[in-house]
């Protein structure tokens, strides 16, 4: 590391100071992190009534159980009168003009004026609406009145019982879409949920044609008097969106409140859950979302799995959701048993739930423990309050990666100090002209080049230092072998530490924070480190420590000699015509299989990089203990592969070996840009990424000791017995 920092003080310097630039948001967003720990549990109504029904306990009792262990917020979905009419204990009902003629002696059911709109209705999909309760009447009309502008309806009221029929609009909507419209929170439950200590939060469904700025409004005003924190879209749309009024109105309102907004995660946790125009209307809004975990089915249903007894591994997804993938409110539902076929969109009320409250107990119990071990506290969240950081620390952070690029050449090919400075002032030129011209481009650009250049530069320079350690003491002793080989994978590690800060500062903004904003650059980034360490390796070890570059350095001169790429096209011919000899076709087909192995690695950890992929439960079990014992688990990559294949490629080509290294070599990359990786789960709180990547050094470090001891002693034992056969 001092010779190559001695040939190249400049470029280094300004590496380090694009390393420290990139320090500076990343404090920023650290400082914001720390300060807003808290998480909020969403208790689903819908879920609790569908599994009280099966329990002993009614739903006010298990609202105060719930409210006992610490949740005190429930979600309350607006209701519409179809939806109403499924319900035994609300008396409003409604049908179509089509579904009533259908029903049997239908015209003795109603009284004769009704009976007669249903008659001469001439769209079978007009609607009507009954009413049984006369509590309930203003509720629903005004409602209707309030959310459908200009609505078209006949009233006829008889011992108590209000009937509304509904024609087609005069906006030519169908009378029947009057029934889909949700009209609010149904007031009994609202009720019910205050008298138990609930604050309500309502959300409604936005339906298409029935989702412009009246009905927006209308939702705003329940919203209000509720006097929830949090606003969550649910439907088909953004609310308000058939108007451009609407959509105005919705975000003045998020405006003027700074009400946070539910970001919903996807069930693969690939991303959240989408409308057009939801980023907009975020960013219009200063960004101030938090992200919401909602509690899939198949995590509802993880109740005695992985060998646990009850609900261990259902809190474990909570615990991940919070601590490390930023969800800091939880749509909270209840426990399926096990045998629920969760594969198939059944109704809430077909499932099969546990009814012991031990388990939700336990559950929220261990939960508030694990949180409140990070800091986490439960309570009503807040936007993470976050500026975006200046476009100065973001040029000179480019510097460096362009400084760090040029080092990388010069490690490679050797390179004249006035190409150096050429190549630096090209790259500084273009730092500024990106950065002031396209600055969104500029920082996906600027994140990739840190978070390829970095673990490419630590690859190549663990060529070049084995290379040169490996001339200047030919048989080091094993003690002294194994502190250069920790000290190597220390200093390799350092820098793609210093990539992952570049990678992860340009990217240290809300909207990537939100997962708004996906990076799409991450597999790419993964495989181009790998494919520098190979050509690395080939051009060391295979090219200039071979003996191969004396050798056409003796035929075509040295550099700057007059007609030296002349005589290397005629060298090259005179390759071409020779015959290959048996000994370099057994290299070829080494270095061929070599070759295959890295790329079958390669595909492994790209197919490992992600969130997407199944794990098995045996895996998550383990996982789940790390995470126990150590707060952040260490990627299974870095501590399994990346450190001790390090080492093992330190040490094997000190001890003179030629094809071995280079499959520990592609081991040994997928550490180092598995550093840059980790950083790049920008969702992930800063701190918990470095705490699991010290982790994965640490015991990297301890398992590549283990294996590297071992592999010593299998090499000893190897040499032994080959002796002993030529002796014979």
């Not at 310097?13 to 998480?39: I, M, N, Q, W």
């Not at 009954?130 to 078209?152: F, G």
């Not at 079958?600 to 126990?628: F, K, P, Q, W």
């Amino acid at each position: 590391m001092k010779h190559d920092v001695k040939r190249n003080r400049i470029l280094a310097l300004l590496v380090l100071l694009g390393v420290l630039a990139s320090l500076v948001p990343l404090a920023a967003r650290a400082r914001a992190e720390e300060t807003d720990k808290t998480y909020d549990l969403l208790l689903s109504y819908n879920s609790l009534h569908a599994m009280a029904a099966q329990s002993e306990l009614s739903d006010g009792e298990w609202m105060d159980l719930f409210r006992g262990w610490g949740v005190n917020k429930i979600i309350l979905g607006e209701t519409a009168i179809k939806k109403m009419s499924g319900n035994a204990a609300i008396p409003i009902f409604g049908g179509t003009v089509a579904e009533i003629r259908n029903s049997h002696a239908w015209q003795l059911r109603y009284p004769a004026p009704v009976a007669q709109w249903v008659e001469d209705a001439e769209d079978l999909q007009d609607a009507l609406a009954i009413v049984e309760d006369v509590r309930y009447v203003d509720w629903v009309v005004n409602a209707i009145e309030q959310r459908l502008a200009d609505a078209d309806y006949r009233r006829y009221d008889e011992d108590g019982v209000t009937y509304l029929f509904f024609p087609r609009q005069s906006d030519g909507l169908p009378g029947a879409l009057v029934l889909d419209m949700p009209i609010g929170v149904w007031p009994e439950t609202a009720q019910l949920a205050a008298e138990h200590g609930l604050q309500v939060i309502p959300r409604t469904e936005a339906r298409e044609k029935l989702n412009d700025e009246h009905f927006a409004a209308a939702f705003l005003d329940v919203l209000s008097e509720s006097g929830s924190p949090y606003f969550l879209n649910m439907g088909e749309a953004i609310l308000g969106d058939d108007s451009e009024a609407g959509k105005a109105l919705l975000r003045d309102y998020l405006r003027e409140t700074g009400l946070s907004v539910g970001v919903f995660e996807e069930n693969d946790q690939s991303g959240n859950l989408d409308w057009d125009g939801f980023e907009y209307l975020l960013e219009q809004t200063g960004y101030h979302g938090v992200r919401l975990f909602n509690e899939w089915p198949y995590i509802q249903y993880r109740y005695a799995y992985c060998g646990y007894e009850g609900p261990e591994e259902i809190t474990n997804s909570l615990f991940r959701a919070v601590a490390e993938r930023n969800c800091r409110i939880v749509y909270l539902t209840m426990i399926l048993e096990p045998d629920n076929d969760v594969s198939t969109d059944a109704d809430e009320n077909a499932w099969t739930y546990i009814t012991n409250p031990a388990d939700y107990e336990k559950m929220l119990g261990d939960l508030e423990a694990r949180l409140g071990a990070l800091g986490y506290t439960n309570g009503t969240v807040r936007a993470m309050d976050m500026k975006t950081p200046s476009l100065l620390w973001r040029v000179l952070e480019g510097i460096g990666v362009v400084a760090a690029a040029v080092l990388l050449l010069d490690l490679f090919c050797a390179l004249s100090l006035r190409v150096r400075a050429l190549l630096l002032g090209l790259g500084v030129l273009g730092v500024l002209a990106l950065a002031f011209v396209k600055p969104a481009t500029y920082q996906v650009v600027l994140s990739m080049g840190g978070g390829i250049v970095m673990p490419a530069l630590a690859a190549v320079w663990l060529c070049r230092y084995a290379a040169r350690r490996r001339r200047e003491e030919p048989e080091p002793r094993l003690g002294s072998l194994l502190l250069q080989t920790v000290g190597a994978l220390l200093c390799a590690a350092l820098v793609s530490l210093g990539g992952a800060a570049m990678a992860s500062s340009a990217l240290s903004q809300m909207s990537y924070l939100l997962e708004l904003d996906l990076y799409r650059g991450v597999k790419l980034m993964q495989l181009i480190p790998i494919g520098v360490f190979c050509l690395a390796y080939l051009l060391v070890y295979a090219y200039e420590e071979s003996g191969a570059k004396a050798a056409v350095l003796a035929r075509i001169g040295a550099r700057g000699e007059k007609g030296r790429a002349a005589k290397l096209y005629a060298y090259g011919a005179e390759l071409m015509d020779r015959p290959m000899k048996l000994g370099w076709m057994v290299a070829l087909v080494l270095l061929a299989v070599a070759g295959l192995f890295v790329l079958v690695v390669g595909v492994y950890y790209i197919r490992r990089t992600g969130n997407t992929m199944s794990v098995s439960a045996r895996e998550l079990a383990l996982r789940n203990l790390l995470e126990n014992l150590l707060i952040a688990r260490p990627r299974t990559k870095e501590l399994l592969i990346g450190w001790p294949c390090t080492m093992l490629f330190v040490w094997s080509l000190r001890r003179h070996m030629n094809v071995l290294p280079l499959l520990f070599g592609g081991g040994m990359s997928i550490g180092l840009v598995s550093v840059v990786n980790t950083f790049l789960h920008i969702r992930t709180p800063l701190l918990l990424s470095l705490l699991r990547t010290g982790w994965g050094v640490l015991f990297g470090v301890a398992l590549g000791v283990v294996v590297t001891l071992a592999a010593e002693l299998l090499l000893r034992l190897l040499r032994r017995w080959g002796a002993a056969l030529r002796t014979q």
